[in-house]
């Protein structure tokens, strides 16, 4: 199944939650699903910080890794990275995952939650025996490749083996690499359910497993997959699940896969990065394309992340970018897998400044440095919305996001705005704007 025809299901409730504003930091109560959950901080944020920023300014002091207690080649690592000090997530969730507890992760791609597993599991299998013992579970392969690359950042000193496991491509490096012996297998599920059933790989020394992602993988129907991997492992492991959202799905799992699990959550579930700036462009639908070419030429923007609703509507807008001389190139699922690294690749590189994706992108996806997402078509869901603008302003940097928004879509930002607790404020380009 696409991401175009996938019928997802719904996230009832959320859009009720009106009038919510960012506050200072607050406890919250645990999500009902583990009852066995002691919620150790939900972190706020203040206005126009980052994260990290507002946590440093009120402690009146950076917080370091070197506090975390972390071994010399991790820190090393963290170094060669260019990372100053710990995210929010990082500092709650290393510590707590290096003492071997069941953790679960309420945060959205671009906290840092991928070193927050990857450091403890790098730390706990150093120097250890060489059989597969960390297995992380991700909903596409463009999330497996980044977690790989994560392991292999965080990890380049302390020599662990790590592959990454997915569908599209052939079997027969990957069962290669499996049938050798790896430290860390990323995989998503049904490749893996494969490569299991013809007993490449062996979980018996397997120690911790990550599901990352764990709203997405059950939204794309991943759920018998993961139930039949986690039958094949160890009971007596150590379980995180990383989730941006806690719908019901995710919350029968984590009760049934975690064992008194610590919740770690950073911000507000439905809470937009605060390093973005958000505008919303009132356009007729007709007009979009011709707006986009007019910013685009019109303004500074380095590296553009657009989203449309369908994959069609990915390749005809990039068609029109084209007619417009603007270079640009599309990710999605009817690509096949070099194109979509291909893709990728031009746009991280810089060759390509614009990258028209579909939804499938819109998460996981480590593409530092964006300077702007577009989003063409206004998402269909509230938390969409905010994870496809997660895609600027990741870490520390600053991002602009852009809604196009026409008169089908006015209802649906309005619901946006009531779910991330703030008013968008509107662009109204002449020539543009409805009726001008
Ligand atoms: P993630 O949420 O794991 O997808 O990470 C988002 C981005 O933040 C990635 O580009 C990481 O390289 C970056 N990152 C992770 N941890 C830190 C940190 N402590 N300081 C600065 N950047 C970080």
């Known amino acids: 199944m696409t991401e175009d025809t996938k019928a997802r299901p719904s996230r009832g409730g959320r859009a009720g939650r009106s009038g919510t504003k960012a506050k200072a930091p607050a406890k919250t109560k645990a999500p009902a699903a583990a009852p066995d959950a002691v919620l150790v901080e939900a972190v706020g944020e203040a206005p126009g910080l980052t994260l990290a920023q507002a946590e440093a300014a009120a402690a009146g002091e950076e917080f370091t890794f070197e506090q975390l207690g972390l071994s010399e080649p991790v820190l090393q690592a963290t170094r060669d990275a260019g990372y100053r000090s710990p995210t929010p997530i990082q500092r709650e969730a290393i510590?707590?995952?290096l003492k071997g507890r069941d953790l679960m992760g309420l945060a959205q791609t671009g906290t840092g939650k991928t070193a927050s597993f990857s450091i403890p599991i790098i730390e706990r299998l150093t120097g250890g025996p060489s059989r597969t013992r960390a297995l992380i579970l991700t909903?596409?392969?463009?999330?497996?490749q980044q977690v790989e690359e994560s392991f292999k950042k965080y990890g380049k000193h302390a020599g662990l083996s790590v592959i990454s496991v997915y569908g599209g491509v052939g079997y027969e490096p990957q069962t290669v690499a499996l049938r050798g012996?790896?430290?860390?297998?990323?995989?998503?599920?049904?490749?893996?359910?494969?490569?299991?059933?013809?007993?490449n790989v062996s979980f018996d020394e397997l120690e911790v497993l990550v599901l990352d992602e764990a709203d997405r993988m059950l939204d794309m129907g991943f759920m018998p997959q993961i139930q039949k991997v986690i039958a094949a492992l160890h009971p007596y492991r150590q379980t995180l699940?990383?989730?941006?959202?806690?719908?019901?799905?995710?919350?029968?799992?984590?009760?049934?896969?975690?064992?008194?699990?610590?919740?770690?959550?950073?911000?507000?579930?439905?809470?937009?990065?605060?390093?973005v700036k958000h505008y919303v462009y009132p356009v007729p639908k007709q007009k979009k394309t011709e707006l986009l070419a007019q910013l685009l030429s019109a303004e500074a923007m380095d590296s553009v992340l657009v989203f449309t609703r369908t994959k069609h509507g990915a390749d005809k807008v990039v068609t029109r970018l084209h007619a417009s001389n603007i270079a640009a190139e599309a990710l999605h699922a009817d690509k096949s897998q070099s194109q979509r690294e291909a893709a990728l690749k031009h746009f991280k590189e810089g060759k390509v400044r614009v990258l028209v994706?579909?939804?499938?992108?819109?998460?996981?996806?480590?593409?530092?440095?964006i300077s702007h997402v577009i989003n063409y078509d206004v998402p269909q869901q509230a938390e969409d919305y905010v994870h496809r603008i997660g895609r600027t302003g990741r870490a520390a940097k600053n991002g602009d996001a852009y809604t196009f928004m026409c008169a089908d879509e006015i209802a649906m930002v309005r619901t946006i705005e009531r779910v991330i607790g703030q008013e968008i404020p509107r662009i109204s380009v002449a020539g543009y704007d409805f009726g001008t």
């Open 139 to 144: 909903p596409t392969r463009e999330l497996c």
């Open 95 to 97: 510590p707590l995952a």
């Open 181 to 199: 012996g790896v430290d860390v297998v990323v995989a998503t599920p049904g490749r893996l359910i494969d490569h299991i059933e013809k007993q």
């Open 357 to 369: 994706a579909t939804d499938i992108a819109q998460r996981g996806l480590d593409i530092s440095g």
């Open 241 to 275: 699940l990383f989730s941006a959202t806690m719908p019901p799905e995710v919350e029968a799992l984590a009760r049934k896969i975690l064992r008194k699990p610590v919740v770690v959550q950073v911000g507000r579930r439905s809470q937009a990065a605060t390093t």
